[in-house]
C-alpha cells in the first residue's frame, strides 16, 4: 500500500480500447510517455489488446514500458477472444500492469475496484433471468460481474472509492451509438453497486462513438475512455482522461 501524501490532488488517468496488435508497435508509446508528468496512477479500461493474442501483448507492453506510474487495469470482450484472458492477464501482472477482476487496490490512499462488467441492457429493458438455459447464462454473466463489483466495493474502507469497468453502468454514455447495439455495450445490473455505497468516480470503455460523461442515480461521475471516442473529440490530445480527486 502506498501511503497518500497529506492535502495534495490525486491525479488519475484512464483510456481504454487500445485494441493493441501486432502491428501497434510505436503506436501508443509517444503518447503514453506523457502520462507519467500528468497523472500518479493510470487506469486501462478494456480491450488493451485485439484479439488476446501473446504476441498482441508482447507488444502492448513494450509501449507501455514508458510508464513510470503505477498501472491498474480491467480486460475486455476483444482480450478474451483467444480464449487465453488468463495468461493475458498473467504476463500483463508480471510487468507491472495490475488486472483486476473483482479484485481491490490501494494507492496513494485511495481505493479501487475493477471488473470487466457484461451487457444486458439498461433500465426497464435490462434482460430478465428467465426463460430459456442460454437466455439465464447470459444474465448469470451479468450477475457474477455485478457481484464481484459488490464484494470488492464492500472490501475498502478508503476516503475515495474508483470503479474500473469495460462495460457501461449507465445507459448516458453509450448514447451516440447505434440504439440496436445499446444492450451490448453495459448493463444497469452493474449501476446497482454502485447506488449501495459511495463511489468518487467511475471509469469505463467500450462504446467507441458514446457520450463521454454521465451520472449513476446518486450522482457519481462516470466517465467513458474509450481511445476511439477520445481521438475523434480531441485529435490534437493524448487519448486519456485525467482527473483530480482532493
Given at each position: 500500500m502506498t501511503e497518500r501524501p497529506e492535502r495534495k490532488p490525486i491525479r488519475i488517468a484512464a483510456v481504454g480500447d487500445l485494441h493493441c496488435t501486432k502491428a501497434s508497435v510505436g503506436a501508443f508509446s509517444p503518447w503514453l510517455s506523457t502520462v507519467n508528468e500528468r497523472a500518479d496512477i493510470l487506469l486501462l479500461c478494456g480491450d488493451l489488446t485485439d484479439y488476446g493474442l501473446a504476441e498482441e501483448v508482447q507488444v502492448l507492453l513494450k509501449e507501455l514500458s514508458v510508464v513510470r506510474i503505477p498501472?491498474?487495469?480491467?480486460?475486455?470482450?476483444?482480450?478474451?477472444e483467444s480464449d487465453h484472458a488468463?495468461?493475458?492477464?498473467?504476463?500483463?501482472g508480471e510487468h507491472g500492469v495490475k488486472v483486476l477482476s473483482g479484485d481491490t487496490a490501494e494507492i496513494l490512499g485511495v481505493g479501487?475496484?475493477?471488473?470487466?462488467?457484461?451487457?444486458g441492457g439498461f433500465g426497464q429493458f435490462t434482460l430478465g433471468h428467465w426463460g430459456e438455459p442460454s437466455i439465464k447464462r447470459f444474465?448469470?454473466?451479468a450477475l457474477d460481474e455485478t457481484l464481484k463489483l459488490e464484494a470488492g466495493l464492500a472490501r475498502l474502507?478508503?476516503?475515495?472509492?474508483?470503479?474500473?469497468?469495460?462495460?457501461?453502468?449507465?445507459?448516458?454514455?453509450?448514447?451516440?451509438e447505434p440504439v440496436e447495439i445499446h444492450p451490448f455495450l453495459g448493463c444497469s445490473r452493474l449501476e446497482?453497486?454502485?447506488?449501495?455505497?459511495?463511489?468518487?468516480?467511475?471509469?469505463?470503455?467500450?462504446?467507441?462513438?458514446g457520450q463521454l460523461e454521465g451520472v449513476t442515480g446518486k450522482g457519481a461521475p462516470v466517465y467513458n475512455v474509450a481511445?476511439?471516442?477520445?481521438?475523434?473529440l480531441f485529435p490534437d490530445q493524448s487519448p486519456y482522461r485525467v482527473i483530480e480527486l482532493g
Amino acid at each position: 500500500m502506498t501511503e497518500r501524501p497529506e492535502r495534495k490532488p490525486i491525479r488519475i488517468a484512464a483510456v481504454g480500447d487500445l485494441h493493441c496488435t501486432k502491428a501497434s508497435v510505436g503506436a501508443f508509446s509517444p503518447w503514453l510517455s506523457t502520462v507519467n508528468e500528468r497523472a500518479d496512477i493510470l487506469l486501462l479500461c478494456g480491450d488493451l489488446t485485439d484479439y488476446g493474442l501473446a504476441e498482441e501483448v508482447q507488444v502492448l507492453l513494450k509501449e507501455l514500458s514508458v510508464v513510470r506510474i503505477p498501472m491498474l487495469a480491467v480486460l475486455g470482450n476483444h482480450d478474451y477472444e483467444s480464449d487465453h484472458a488468463d495468461e493475458v492477464t498473467r504476463v500483463l501482472g508480471e510487468h507491472g500492469v495490475k488486472v483486476l477482476s473483482g479484485d481491490t487496490a490501494e494507492i496513494l490512499g485511495v481505493g479501487f475496484v475493477g471488473t470487466k462488467g457484461f451487457a444486458g441492457g439498461f433500465g426497464q429493458f435490462t434482460l430478465g433471468h428467465w426463460g430459456e438455459p442460454s437466455i439465464k447464462r447470459f444474465v448469470q454473466d451479468a450477475l457474477d460481474e455485478t457481484l464481484k463489483l459488490e464484494a470488492g466495493l464492500a472490501r475498502l474502507r478508503t476516503e475515495h472509492r474508483v470503479v474500473l469497468l469495460h462495460y457501461s453502468p449507465i445507459r448516458q454514455t453509450v448514447e451516440g451509438e447505434p440504439v440496436e447495439i445499446h444492450p451490448f455495450l453495459g448493463c444497469s445490473r452493474l449501476e446497482e453497486p454502485l447506488l449501495r455505497y459511495p463511489v468518487s468516480a467511475v471509469f469505463h470503455g467500450h462504446a467507441h462513438r458514446g457520450q463521454l460523461e454521465g451520472v449513476t442515480g446518486k450522482g457519481a461521475p462516470v466517465y467513458n475512455v474509450a481511445a476511439p471516442l477520445l481521438r475523434r473529440l480531441f485529435p490534437d490530445q493524448s487519448p486519456y482522461r485525467v482527473i483530480e480527486l482532493g
